[in-house]
C-alpha cells in the first residue's frame, strides 16, 4: 500500500472542466477519445458503454481514463449512430449544458461530469499508463457529493473558487484510485505501474520526453538520456510500460498540441512545429487518425462533450 501512497503524493492533478449535460435526444457515439479523464454521474435517463455490460443505474458514476477511445450511449431509446467527428460537428442537436445551481441534479435526462489530469511527476498520465477500461463506479455517495460541489463551484463568483475546485478534483482522484484498491480492480496493471514508476531511469525519460516534446527524441537520444544502449532502450521501454517509446512520444505530442489548441491562438502549422511536426499535412493526417476528428474542430470544443 506503500508503493500506492507514493504514487498518489507525486499525482499532478489539474481540474479542466465541468458540465451539466441535458441529452436532448438519444446518440450514440463511435470512438469517443478525449486525453483528459472523465468522471460523470447520471442524474436520470440512461448512459452505455459498449465494453461494459451491467445496468447503470440512476447515481451510478462512469469513469473514462483519458486516450481511451470509447463507445458511449447517452439517453433513452433508440439512439442515433454517429461518428465522433459527426457528433463534434452537430452537438447541439444532441446535449445542452446550460444550467442553474439548483437545476443540478433535477434535470430529465442529464449527467454531471468532471474532467481533470492526473500525472505521476507531471510527465506521466496515470490512468491512461495502467491501460484500463471505462468503468462503472456504484453507490460511492462522496463521489457523487464532489462532482456536485464543483458544478456549483464552477458557475459561481465566490472568493476561493479556484481553489475549492482544485482541491475537491484532487480528492476526485484519491477517492478513484481508493475505490480500484478496495475493490481489486486492475490488480495486474497496478502491479506494473508501481513498479515502473520506481525505476529512476525511465523517470528520467519521461521527463525528458515532456522536456524536449519538438526536439530529438529518437531512441538513441533516449538510450543517452537513461545511460543503455540503442538497441536496449526500446525493449527496456517496453518492457516497464508496455508500449514502445516512439507511440508513447506521439501520444504526448498529441496531447500536447490538444492543449495548445484549447489555450492558444496559434496556427495549426505552429503548433504541429511546436509539438515536433516540421510537416503540418502529416501532423494533421496522424491528429486525425487519433483524436478521430481534424485539428481545426478540437480547437473550436468548448469542453469535452459539448462545445
Known amino acids: 500500500m506503500e508503493d500506492y501512497n507514493k504514487i498518489i503524493e507525486s499525482l499532478g492533478v489539474k481540474f479542466a472542466k465541468s458540465r451539466h449535460i441535458n441529452i436532448l435526444q438519444p446518440v450514440e457515439i463511435k470512438n469517443f477519445y478525449d486525453v483528459e479523464n472523465t468522471i460523470m454521474i447520471l442524474y436520470d435517463g440512461d448512459v452505455k458503454v459498449s465494453s461494459v455490460e451491467q445496468k447503470v443505474e440512476v447515481g451510478d458514476l462512469l469513469f473514462i481514463p483519458g486516450g481511451k477511445a470509447s463507445t458511449i450511449t447517452y439517453g433513452s431509446g433508440e439512439p442515433k449512430r454517429v461518428s465522433f467527428e459527426e457528433f463534434m460537428t452537430r452537438r447541439e ?19 454531471g461530469l468532471v474532467a481533470f489530469e492526473a500525472k505521476v511527476f507531471d510527465s506521466v498520465n496515470f490512468f491512461n499508463s495502467l491501460d484500463i477500461p471505462p468503468f462503472f463506479i456504484k453507490n460511492n455517495e462522496k463521489l457523487a457529493r464532489l ?16 481553489r475549492v475546485i482544485a482541491n475537491k478534483t484532487e480528492e476526485i482522484v484519491i477517492e478513484i ?14 502491479a506494473t505501474n508501481s513498479t515502473y514508476f520506481k525505476d529512476p531511469r525511465l523517470i528520467d525519460i519521461f521527463t525528458y520526453i515532456k522536456d524536449n516534446i519538438d ?13 543503455v544502449s540503442e538497441d536496449y532502450v526500446g525493449q527496456y521501454f517496453k518492457m516497464l510500460t508496455g508500449i514502445n517509446p516512439q507511440d508513447y512520444i506521439e501520444y504526448q505530442r498529441m496531447e500536447a498540441a490538444v492543449n495548445l489548441l484549447r489555450t492558444s491562438k496559434k496556427s495549426i502549422r505552429a503548433i504541429g512545429a511546436e509539438v515536433g511536426y516540421k510537416d503540418t499535412a502529416y501532423f494533421c493526417r496522424r491528429f486525425k487518425m487519433m483524436f478521430g476528428i481534424p485539428a481545426g474542430k478540437m480547437r473550436r470544443r468548448e469542453s469535452l462533450l459539448i462545445n
Not at 442537436?93 to 442553474?100: G, I, L, P, Q, S
Not at 484510485?177 to 497496478?190: G, T
Not at 526536439?215 to 545511460?227: E, P, T, Y
Open 93 to 111: 442537436y444532441y446535449f445542452d449544458a446550460t444550467y442553474k445551481p439548483e437545476e443540478i441534479g433535477k434535470v430529465k435526462n442529464s449527467v
Open 147 to 162: 462532482i456536485k460541489d464543483i458544478l456549483i463551484e464552477d458557475v459561481s463568483d465566490m472568493p476561493g473558487r479556484g
Open 177 to 190: 484510485v481508493r475505490h480500484i484498491l478496495e475493490n481489486q480492480l486492475f490488480v495486474e496493471q497496478l
Open 215 to 227: 526536439g530529438d527524441l529518437s531512441n538513441k537520444q533516449l538510450a543517452n538520456v537513461a545511460n
